[in-house]
Each structure stands twice: as C-alpha cells, then as structure tokens.
C-alpha cells in the first residue's frame, strides 16, 4: 500500500474513498437532471462522498480561521449537505446559531445533529436569516452566470446586516507539480460528471 492509497481506505477516519470510488459508477445517470432527487441510493453515496472531505478539509479550515470564527454569533451554511462542515464547526465554536440549509430531498435524510438548525429550501430564494453566509465548495457547482446571480443577492442581504460571507473554494494552479496537481482535474471532471454547468476556476 502506497502513502496516496491510504486516503482510499474505507475503514480510516479520513478517507477519500466516497468521494473517489463509488460516484462515478453514476456517471451516465448523472447526466440526467436531478437525479440525486429521484434516487435515494445515489443521493446518499454523494452526500457521503461531500461529508469525507468535508471533515478533512474542516480540519485545515479551522486551524487557519480561527479568529474568523470566534467573532460569528449566527451562521448559514449554503448548500451544507448533510452538515459535515457545520458538525466540526459547532464541535469547536458551540456559541455560534448554526442553520444547515440545502434542498429538501438533502435535508430530509440528514441525520440530527447536535446543535444544529436543518432548513429546507433553494439557494437561489431567500435563505434563512444569519450574520454570515457560509459556502463551501458551492460555487464550483454553477456557471459564471449562476455564481455571479448567488453573489449578489447574498452580498447585498449580507451589507444590511453588517455580515460576513464566507467562502470555502478551490483554485486549480495550471503548473501544479506537486504530489496533489492532478486533483485539480479530478475535480474538474467531478463537475463535469455531476452539475450542469459547473467547473474548477483558476481565480
Ligand atoms: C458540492 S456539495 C457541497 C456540500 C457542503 N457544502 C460541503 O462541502 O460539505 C453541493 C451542495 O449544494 C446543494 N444544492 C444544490 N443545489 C442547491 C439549491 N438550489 N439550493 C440549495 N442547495 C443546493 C446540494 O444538495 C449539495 O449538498
């Protein structure tokens, strides 16, 4: 077993096996709209597959914006899944409100969790009330138009309350030599396999 297959285990704390190995069995379906909506099996394996990196990305996340988060009283999470990042967040900051706010069909197989507010809806209406927008790996999932429609609304609803939006998103770097350069087409045909529209950015 090699240090990069690890990430492949199921049986670890921190494993990338939902993410890598069992969505792209899907990826004909996926084609077809709305697909997560009508098919519960599906819905579930990419709710798994975003709640494994949400917890390894969370950890990184939380030791670089630690004062970010100390200042936030109440917070939405946009498209929080199954609330994988929201989970670490309250674990470390239990004063903030949490709400996890993402479509109905997501919502209603979300497990509880402790401290946090479930709400269904479409991001594209109006979102619950908070002090701070938070979006992680959103805007990947929608074109240039759609990204640019979200920003707006949110940033104006954002300036009334003397809010903060927060945004979680990957930059693809064009010469990436490291060990991880290929993720970023690995995550580029992730979108390609699973939005309509959606892509990885290089700013
Ligand atoms: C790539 S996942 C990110 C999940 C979570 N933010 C994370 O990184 O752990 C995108 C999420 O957006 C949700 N979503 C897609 N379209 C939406 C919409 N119109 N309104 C609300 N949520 C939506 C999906 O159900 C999914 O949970």
Partial sequence: MTHISKWLLHNSDLSLAPM???LWHYLSQCVKEHFASQNLQFNNFFNEAIECTAKI???TTMSHYKEGFDS????VDVGGGTSGALAEIVKSYPHIKVINFDLPHVVATTPMCEGVIHVGGDMFDPIPNANVVFMKWILHD???EACVKILKSYRKEILDKNGKLVFIVIFVQ???NNIFGDMGLV???LMFAHT???KERTE
């Fill in 20 to 22: 890598i190995l069992e």
């Fill in 57 to 59: 990305v969370m950890k």
């Fill in 72 to 75: 936030i009283r109440s917070l």
């Fill in 142 to 144: 929608w074109n240039d």
């Fill in 174 to 176: 064009e010469d990436d």
């Fill in 187 to 189: 995550f580029d045909l």
């Fill in 196 to 198: 309509t529209g959606g």
